[in-house]
C-alpha cells in the first residue's frame, strides 16, 4: 500500500505575511497542504493544524490576542482536545499561548527591537512528533522574526514544564531574554507545539539551512503515521 500524503491545513489570518510559505515547505515534504481561512467554523478532513507566522490582524492590542477568538481556533481547539497534531510557528506560538493550549506569554523582546537572523537551537527532545527526526542534544540553525517572542512563566511553572519535559528546544545563545532560552514547547500531552524560529523558511540549503526541514519533515511523518491509522 502506497503511503499517503497527510492532509495538513495551513491557517490563514489577516496579516499573516508567512503562510504561503509554510504551504509551500509542508508541501516540498510529501504533504497534501491547503489553506483553511480563519472563518471556518470546522476543519476539513485533516492530519494536522499549522498556524503560521506574520501578523495576525495587525498584532492590535497583543499579538496572537485577536487571533485566538477567530472562529476557526475554536475547531482548532477541539481538534487538538481530540489528539490532533498542531504546529504553531512563531505568532502561531503566541496563538496556542492565547488560546490556551501552550503554556506562557510572550513579551516584547528584552532588547525593545526586532530581531530577524539565523539562531542556534539545541534539541530538548527528539521524541515527540516535531522532532522525531531530531537528535536530543543536536543543534539546528534555524532563523527568527519577531518583536515579541520573549516567553514566559513564572517560576512553579516553569519548575512544572521541566518536571513534564515540556520544554523541546532551546535557544544555544541569548536571542531575546525568553525564560530560560526556551524557543519551543509542546502540551502535556505532547500533540501541540508552538516554536518562536520559522523552520518554514529552513528546507533549502540555498537559504542557508535545511535544519527547518528536520522539524516540519518529522510532523509530516507524524501526521502520515495518523492518516494511516485511519485507514
Known amino acids: 500500500m502506497t503511503s499517503p500524503q497527510p492532509r495538513i491545513g495551513v491557517l490563514r489570518f489577516p496579516g499573516a505575511c508567512d503562510d504561503r510559505d509554510a504551504l509551500w515547505a509542508l508541501a516540498a515534504l510529501d504533504a497534501e497542504a491547503l489553506f483553511v481561512w480563519h472563518t471556518e467554523t470546522e476543519l476539513p478532513d485533516l492530519d494536522a493544524v499549522v498556524l503560521p507566522g506574520g501578523f495576525s490582524y495587525g498584532d492590535y492590542l497583543r499579538c496572537g490576542a485577536i487571533a485566538r477568538f477567530a472562529p476557526a481556533m475554536e475547531a482548532v481547539v477541539d481538534f487538538a482536545a481530540a489528539g490532533g497534531l498542531v504546529l504553531g510557528i512563531c505568532n502561531g506560538l503566541q496563538i496556542l499561548c492565547e488560546a490556551g493550549l501552550l503554556p506562557g ?79 519551543g514547547v509542546v502540551d502535556e500531552r505532547g500533540n501541540v507545539m508552538g516554536l518562536m524560529p520559522h523552520p518554514e523558511h529552513a528546507v533549502d540549503p540555498l537559504l542557508g539551512s535545511a535544519d527547518g526541514a528536520l522539524i516540519l519533515s518529522s510532523l509530516v511523518e507524524s501526521a502520515r503515521e495518523r492518516a494511516l491509522a485511519t485507514v
Open 105 to 183: 506569554v510572550l513579551r516584547r523582546n528584552d532588547s525593545l527591537s526586532f530581531v530577524c537572523r539565523d539562531v542556534p537551537l539545541v534539541v530538548e527532545r527528539g521524541d515527540t512528533p516535531f522532532t522525531s527526526r531530531c537528535d536530543e542534544g543536536q543543534l539546528l540553525t534555524i532563523p527568527v522574526k519577531h518583536g515579541e517572542g520573549n516567553w514566559y512563566v513564572d517560576d512553579d511553572l516553569y519548575t512544572e514544564l521541566e518536571a513534564r519535559r515540556q520544554i523541546v528546544l532551546r535557544y544555544g545563545e541569548q536571542v531575546n531574554g525568553s525564560r530560560n532560552d526556551v524557543a
